[in-house]
């Protein structure tokens, strides 16, 4: 099991993830090899490697998501590991056990660990067995109607129906009473065939305005597994992250040691190596449910290093290089708050609308307990083909009052001149009575936006008229190409997805 630590590692991604391993690697004092499309010839990991390597057009499917391609040069440049960032192959089992054949390691859990837990029925029998608490439901596709009625009745209404193959909220429905049943099955079943290509479908009992909180977890390759603590991500739209913040608000230290101790056995049941979260939904009266198992490195794993101080990144490599964990659960301490904000290139006063373009000055904030993990400078053309994260800035604080206050002023600090971002969102939500008071749940957010929404639109005419030329300009030439974390299944399993950034200008041209 011995391994020596790596010489040399490929980073299968672009943008603030790859900048951010990139920073690791280097470091540990190992060489970092990037890998770039057409559009990203001047992206800034492309910058910061020590070797760069093009593979291909924009559409990620030529390359981002290319497993033959990466390989290539992997083995061109004799990278003796990869780490896949997120989105893109990263819970790709076949780019895993791709990369296992071609005797290159991996940094992320096993071929067979990822398969078993990208699968939501697989993963809730697996769970079962484990005796782990998760949502009342049925844990095999549902075979007919008749069976969803049965199971609807005995569970009781409201009622989810969920794609297997899903995540990201693609092949759900939502279902409040028996007459609406079958049209939301049949819906489901299509938008689940449609966006995973498998139309398997099963039911959950709804909870009502839940929370969202996920437990990050680390284990060796020798058995040794430990939790880091959970994050909060109640702060969501449309199955997107905004605001997350390690810890809960809500959570205290025993809710801690049992939630963190079930993520643990839902690890050890999956036979899970290296960084994986367990997600939860948890209710009004704080009981906690296992949703599904993300098995990559999140977004938002800055919040978990700041609180734990620990590098997580680092800590991946180690684990891939064989070594054991250097500390014990009962060395793991929780210290202080903090709370990260995903910086879009989005415009506030269109729906949130991707705004690609050129940075034409760019001033950041630094500062006490400020971290900025971000994969653009002045001077860049943010391309339209891929996620539009900028960055992500992070406040860190003794408490939660000072955090708030740290991100605030950095936030007031942060120029982005030449295209609109979403930074004027988050002093929004931050100074929010229901925020500060961490009243928090997966409709903060929508119900936020509604009281704006409700004003009258400044400029209705022009926001059409961009939204028309914006759709016409994607429909014309912008190149298919897949998302990142945002919509990781759709990424990862669907190379000929189209973008994130070109639906949305499409849904928003036919409005
Ligand atoms: C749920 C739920 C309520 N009840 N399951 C959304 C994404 C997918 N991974 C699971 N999701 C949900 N599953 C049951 N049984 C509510 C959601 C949900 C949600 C969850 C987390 C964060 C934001 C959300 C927004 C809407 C719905």
Known sequence: MFRKMFNKILIANRGEIAVRVLGACHEMGIAAVAVYSDVDRASLHVRKADEAYPIGAAAAAESYLNIEKILDVAARSGADAIHPGYGFLSENAKFAQACADAGVKFIGPSAAAMDAMGSKTRARQAMERAGVPFVPGTSRGLESFEQAEQVAARIGYPVMLKAAAGGGGKGMRLVHAPAALKSALEGARSEAERSFGDGEVYIEKAMVNPRHIEMQVLADEHGNIVYLGERECSLQRRHQKVVEESPSPIVDADMRRRMGEVAVRVARAAGYTNAGTVEFLVDQQKNFYFLEMNTRLQVEHPVTELVTGLDLVQLQIRIAAGERLAFAQDEVQIRGHAIECRIYAEDPDNDYFPSPGKITLLLEPSGPGVRRDSGMYEGWTVPMDYDPLLAKLIGYGADRNQAIGRLMRALNEYFVGGIK????????????????AAKLDTGFLDRLLE???????????????????????????????AAGE??????????????????AAHKEAMR
């Not at 990781?488 to 000929?496: E, I, K, M």
């Open 421 to 436: 971002t979403n930074i004027s969102l988050f002093l929004r939500i931050l100074s929010d009575p229901d925020f500060r």
């Open 451 to 481: 009281k704006k929404r409700a004003e009258p639109p400044t400029d209705s005419k022009a926001t059409e008229v961009a939204a028309i030329a914006a759709g016409l300009f994607a429909a014309l030439g912008a190149p298919a190409a």
């Open 486 to 503: 945002r919509s990781p299944d759709s990424g990862a399993s669907q190379p000929s997805a189209a973008s994130n950034w070109k639906i």
